[in-house]
């Protein structure tokens, strides 16, 4: 199965909103509401923002919001702030065999 | 706190073979489906292989399969993935993450492996 699309980067200014879609198909986004999304920082592990479409784990701040329509899943920050810069990428499950399927990633930039 | 500390990476020429560790602990291991997910350099993340709390479920990614195997000791709190046949595009940072119902809420730092002549 092929990866998600995300879009490669997207910014905005201390404040604002942005939103980062993802895109699968009828087999994968579609089809579960197990679309989870995750920061990554450089040289620092993937850290889980977002999962099951909608659900902030403890500690992630409720400026970070998720959706889900169709097999378009998306993520939005609200009140950017410097430390939201990062690389964003999301995932859903993919059924019993390809467990998960990740998108290519999105650079976020805070002006 | 939960705690995952990856090992075994390194560099070697193409077709050897790897194996990989991952030592869990601050958490009842024997609980949790684990994985492995890789990074290549400047790229994004890639899931390679699943494992149930009892090894009665494992998945690879295409890209691995009939190449890599995952296995776990739950006695010894530890994941692991042999890796065999390497090849030079699976030049990557090897991360290790706890499954928690279809999401991956914790990982440990990774291990590096590199594959080149």
């Known amino acids: 199965q092929s990866a998600l699309t995300q879009p490669r980067s997207v910014s905005g200014s201390p404040g604002q909103s942005v939103t980062i879609s993802c895109t699968g198909t009828?087999?994968?986004?579609?089809?579960?509401?197990?679309v989870s999304w995750y920061q990554q920082h450089p040289g620092k592990a993937p850290k889980l923002m977002i999962y099951?479409?909608?659900r902030r784990p403890s500690g992630v701040p409720d400026r970070f919001s998720g959706s889900k329509s169709g097999n378009t899943a998306s993520l939005t920050i609200s009140g950017l702030q410097a430390e939201d810069e990062a690389d964003y990428y999301c995932?859903?499950?993919?059924?019993?065999?390809?467990?998960?399927?990740f998108g290519g990633g999105t650079k976020l930039t805070v002006l | 706190e939960v705690q995952l500390v990856e090992s075994g990476g390194g560099s070697v020429q193409p077709g050897r073979s790897l194996r990989l560790s991952c030592a869990a602990s601050?958490?009842?291991?024997?609980?949790?489906?684990m994985h492995w997910v890789r990074q290549a350099p400047g790229k994004g993340l890639e899931w390679v292989s699943g494992?149930?709390?009892?090894?009665?479920?494992?998945a690879y990614a295409d890209s691995v399969k009939g190449r890599f195997t995952i296995s776990r000791d739950n006695a010894r709190n530890s994941l692991y993935l042999q890796m065999n046949s390497l090849r030079p595009e699976d030049t990557a940072l090897y991360y290790c993450?706890?499954?928690?119902?279809?999401?991956?809420?914790?990982w440990g730092q990774g291990t590096q492996v590199s594959v080149s002549s």
């Open positions: 993450a706890r499954d928690q119902t279809s999401k991956f809420d914790h």
């Open positions: 601050g958490f009842t291991f024997d609980a949790y489906a």
């Open positions: 494992i149930s709390w009892n090894s009665d479920n494992i």
């Open positions: 009828s087999s994968d986004v579609g089809a579960y509401d197990y």
């Open positions: 099951d479409v909608t």
């Open positions: 995932c859903s499950y993919g059924g019993s065999y390809t467990f998960a399927l």
